[in-house]
């Protein structure tokens, strides 16, 4: 069996273009995410799932350039790009994440994945079915066959943009378990992805005090005691949610 994460990126993106090539001390935020995933104990592969416009064919260059493996697919439908990507790969089970979450936990993906078999679910995810955890550290899994069945079932515009979003809308139809949030206090203004380039700057932040091998425990405490950098995006939240280009394709 099969077990891989499927990145989401894009140079396009609408709120920040670009972002997931930004860098950290010459380092893009991509490759940063990918030897991140790449620590987890019980991933066998992390992939790349861009897209075919000529504005990625920079990304794919420096894909193929450091040996990180990546698909091609449709630009609009992000749906059918993490799918194509699944076959053309032989992944069994998608852990499905985003490229502006450049210091995503392997720790947690590796909870998802356990908690995914131990609940003999269909999906099981930390920020859609309810938040128990930070943009940034979203983490989805679901098999290969489940986002298969979904293709099948929808054509809705916001369905294919979204990737699982119809599995967790449709619980009649599949098994859905929302992974249990941390142990420890998060604050609710805390915001871990790069969606602005404010976001990017508190990424960076983190990175130059904990460095990229930092858990999401350590980001959590180091934030908690350092609220100045927790509150430099921490109202973002609001600005995300009215943003109409939300609900376009950002990766």
Known sequence: ????????????????PGKVMEKFEE???????VERLRDSIL????????????????????LESNNIKYYRGSEDNVLERVLDTAKNFNVDIIVEVTGDCPILD?????????????????YVGNTCITSSYPRGQ????FTT???????????????????????????????????PPPSFTVDPKTRLTVDYKVDLKVVKIILEKLGEKCSFKDINSFLLNN????????????????DDTRYGSEN
């Open 1 to 16: 069996m099969n077990i891989s994460a499927i990145i989401e990126a894009r140079m396009s993106s609408s709120r920040f």
């Open 27 to 33: 380092k893009p935020m991509i490759q940063i995410m």
């Open 43 to 62: 991933l066998d592969d992390v992939i790349v799932a861009t897209t075919t416009n000529t504005n990625d064919d920079s990304l794919c260059s420096f």
């Open 106 to 122: 392997p720790i947690i993906v590796d909870q998802s994945i356990g908690f995914f078999f131990k609940e003999k679910a269909d």
């Open 138 to 141: 979203d983490v989805k899994v």
């Open 145 to 179: 066959n489940t986002l298969s069945d979904v293709n099948n079932r929808t054509n809705d515009i916001n369905d294919q943009e979204h990737v699982s979003l119809f599995i967790y809308n449709n619980t009649d139809l599949y098994r859905c378990v929302p992974f």
């Open 227 to 242: 609220r100045e950098v927790l509150e430099l995006n921490g109202n973002l939240e609001v600005a995300y949610i009215n």
